[in-house]
């Protein structure tokens, strides 16, 4: 089966391998998406703290404060309602609001453009805003560049299905380099499949780095792979998790109250979601898009091993405050327990400051193999044209 998982490992990473290499570098940057993002737009995303709380401490955000900002911007006719608010997480954040353009929607090639408008939460002055989604090497820009190209390819949900297809393929790299990698089961081929030595052999020394150095990497790209294509194409890997382990009813909820009921304001459904995790910091409100939808509050409880935004979830009526359900990664079942995972790993945002700066470091290993196994490929097969001339001649 050796000549079979050679060749499927060659050309997986001669054709995909390209997309790799762009995938490691950027997530390099994206794993410290925000404080790039903060020390590029200093003016745009970061102001004075509020009195009592140093820079960058961690702060809650009031129901009261997130009412004002709401009535703030629907007040000026320069942005009206905000389709989501996003709290500030730290004293000198500030409050994001999001507005979707109707005119530049997500399509097959497509990716959906934002605007996004920063709010000071202590004074309420708009600090700047910029669009999201779009391709762009300016400051403000930069970071979205960075993500949409990591999640898109800067080409709609075209460009998400061959990054899924792409993680796919890293999942069979992962796996056939492996079984490439495999010595016999001696203590000497062991130590030899394990070793990178230079010796003034160069040839060899590619090859030893890039034998030795999969093995070592391969449980990181397994995960890599797993949550890359959990994140793009979720339909090909929810069956196979809710085979093996119980998964959440899924669906989205409704309103349940009578239609044509006067809707709730913004705090009351934060005010509502708080009160049933009262440990938690709300971190986002996303307000209805229509009728009959309701409030999708995000939370993040302090157990949580999704950093940020956190994973907690809580629908609330936006006609009578009604909490209509609740999504608590920390009594979840295992299934969804798992999937909790995928985003904290792939991140490194699960083991905290050295995990972030270990998947930065590793951004940079796509390279590495793919420069390496094209040495080799190279070596491999100038033999073979050498001996065709010399038939010919």
Do not use: C
Request: hydrophobic fraction near 50%; aromatic fraction near 8%.
């Amino acid at each position: 089966m050796k000549p079979l998982i050679r060749f499927i490992h060659l050309w997986a990473g001669l054709v995909f391998g390209t997309i790799l290499v762009v995938l490691g570098l950027t997530g390099s940057a994206l794993a410290w998406m925000h404080e790039l993002d903060v020390l590029l737009n200093p003016t745009l995303l970061q102001v004075a703290p509020p009195p009592g709380l140093a820079q960058g401490s961690p702060m809650r955000v009031a129901p009261a404060t997130v009412q004002a900002a709401s009535e703030r911007l629907l007040a000026d006719p320069l942005y009206g309602r905000p389709s989501q608010l996003m709290l500030p997480e730290r004293a000198g954040d500030v409050f994001v609001a999001w507005y979707r353009d109707p005119a530049q929607q997500a399509s097959t090639w497509n990716v959906a453009i934002s605007r996004q408008v920063m709010l000071d939460p202590a004074t309420l002055i708009v600090t700047g805003e910029r669009t999201w989604g779009g391709l762009g090497f300016s400051r403000p820009q930069l970071m979205s560049t960075l993500f949409h190209i990591h999640r898109y390819l800067v080409a709609g949900e075209t460009g998400k299905t061959v990054i899924g297809v792409t993680g796919v393929a890293l999942l069979l790299l992962s796996l056939t380099g492996i079984v490439l990698w495999w010595p016999r089961m001696t203590a000497l081929a062991i130590k030899g499949a394990l070793t990178v030595r230079h010796g003034g052999n160069w040839p060899r020394f590619n090859f030893q780095l890039h034998r030795a150095g999969g093995f070592f990497a391969a449980p990181v790209l397994l995960v890599l792979a797993v949550s890359g294509v959990y994140f793009n194409m979720p339909q090909w890997v929810l069956p196979i998790v809710g085979a093996l382990a119980p998964l959440a009813p899924n669906g989205k909820a409704a309103n349940r109250s009578a239609p044509g009921t006067a809707p709730i304001a913004p705090h009351a459904a934060m005010a509502a979601a708080q009160a049933r995790f009262p440990q938690a910091r709300v971190s986002r409100v996303a307000m209805p898009a229509k009728p009959g939808q309701p409030y999708e509050i995000r939370l993040r409880q302090p157990d949580e091993v999704r950093a940020g935004d956190g994973a907690t979830r809580v629908s609330v009526d936006a006609g009578d405050g009604t909490v209509l359900r609740t999504v608590d990664p920390l009594r979840a079942p295992a299934g969804e327990r798992f999937l909790g995972w995928m985003f904290p790993l792939h991140t490194g945002e699960a083991f905290g400051l050295a995990g972030r700066t270990f998947i930065s470091i590793f951004g940079i290993v796509p390279l590495m193999f793919f420069v390496t196994g094209l040495v080799i490929w190279i070596k491999l097969h100038r033999p073979k044209k050498r001996k065709a001339k010399v038939v010919a001649g």
